[in-house]
């Protein structure tokens, strides 16, 4: 069954500092896409990034970018330059193309930004 | 500006009343989905489909039900709905042909049973 798993209830980062956040995913599906979501607490589901299995590079989007290890099955998500705004539930998802794109969530890292 | 409808945004019903809860979008996305969310937790993948006049349970064991007669429409019922399935529910659509497309959100039906 496919899985993922973010290892980090909660995190405490100082602004302008970099962030890492975890996600480590189990598939036996070959084709596969990894996304992370940012929620703020007004509720809405924000698209950040994604990557493909077979992308051969690491995806970057303005201050996102994955960190993507496919041997070890992990995606992380990293924030350079954290801003007070970037305060927020993320959540990293997996689709797998051989079960008609079903996407299910991890359990999410809460990030709270520090002046 | 949507793209993605959810509504009601927010309903109170008694426990045992049939419940359902709509979504449409306008993007012509062939796939959606139903997540279930409490606050600030995780989102349980609940119902999904691929097409019209196809569905498929997620991982959650859910009592309710969809239905895709339409493309751009994927509503969820409840035939009964007891005090357990006060959360909120998202609806998400993205385009199938396209494997790095997202999924777009609604912006959620906030269901309270009491």
């Known amino acids: 069954a496919q899985k993922i798993t973010q290892t980090q209830p909660g995190m405490f980062v100082q602004e302008k500092e970099a962030v890492t956040l975890d996600c480590t995913y189990d598939?036996?599906?070959?084709?596969?896409?990894l996304f992370w979501y940012k929620q703020p607490s007004s509720g809405e589901m924000i698209f950040l990034i994604y990557q493909g299995s077979y992308d051969q590079q690491n995806a970057t989007e303005g201050r996102y970018s994955l960190n993507f290890q496919k041997a070890r099955k992990s995606a992380n998500l990293v924030i350079s330059a954290s801003q007070l705004g970037d305060s927020a539930m993320y959540f990293c998802?997996?689709?797998?193309?051989?079960?008609?794109?079903?996407?299910?969530f991890g359990k999410g890292t809460r990030l709270h930004i520090l002046p | 500006e949507a793209d993605i409808y959810q509504t009601p945004r927010y309903l109170v019903i008694g426990t045992g009343k049939k419940i359902t809860l709509e979504c449409s979008q306008t993007m012509g996305h062939d796939k959606m989905y139903w997540y279930q969310q409490d606050p600030g937790m995780e989102l349980h993948l609940i119902h999904y489909?691929?097409?019209?006049?196809?569905?498929e349970k997620g991982d959650l064991s859910s009592e309710s039900t969809v239905s895709r007669i339409r493309t751009e429409h994927f509503p969820l019922t409840l035939e009964s709905a007891r005090p357990s399935h006060t959360s909120q529910y998202l609806c998400?659509?993205?385009?199938?042909?396209?494997?790095?497309?997202?999924?777009?959100f609604g912006n959620g039906t906030r269901l309270t049973v009491t």
């Open positions: 998802a997996m689709r797998e193309t051989n079960r008609d794109d079903k996407i299910i």
């Open positions: 998400a659509s993205r385009r199938g042909s396209s494997y790095n497309s997202p999924l777009h």
């Open positions: 489909s691929y097409g019209v006049n196809s569905t």
């Open positions: 598939t036996s599906d070959p084709s596969y896409g």
